[in-house]
C-alpha cells in the first residue's frame, strides 16, 4: 500500500476494514458470541432427541418419520444465519451487528426463561440443562456487550 502525501498510514476505504478487533473486550464479545452459537446448536440438538423440541408428538399420535431431523436441520440453518449476521458485523466493528446481536440474544435470553420452567415441569431435565447453560452464556453476552470499551470500537 502507497502512503498518503503527509508520510502517514493510509486510511478510508483502500486502507481496509480491520480484521483484528482492536480491545479485550470486543475479542471476548467475539468468543461469547462462538460460544453462544454452540450452545444453541447444542440446546436445539438436545431438544430435538430429547423429544421436548419444537416438535411435540402429542401422546397416542404417530409421529411423521423424519420430521424431529427436518425440523433440526433447518433450526440449524436459521441460527447459523442469524449467528452469522453477528459475528461478521461485530468482527468488522459495525454497530448494526451489534444490535442485532443485543436483539437476538435478549430474545433468546427471554425465550429460554420462559422454557425453562416447562422443561422442568414437564421432566426433561436434559433440555432444562442446556437451556440453562444457553441462557448464562446470553447473559453474559449482554452483560460484555455493555460494556464501555466495546460500544467505543464499534462504529
Known sequence: MAQNPHGDAPHG??????HRPGTAGLRLLLRLT???????VLDGVVQGLTGSGPVLVP???TAVPGLSTAVLAADLVLTTALYTLVWFPLRRRLQWGWVLGLVFCSLAVLGGVFNLPVFVLDGHLPAAASTLVLVAVNVLWLTVAGRSD??????
Open 13 to 18: 476505504p483502500a486502507a481496509g476494514p480491520p
Open 34 to 40: 462462538l460460544i453462544s452459537f454452540a450452545a444453541s
Open 59 to 61: 401422546r397416542g399420535l
Open 150 to 155: 466495546v460500544r467505543a470500537v464499534l462504529r
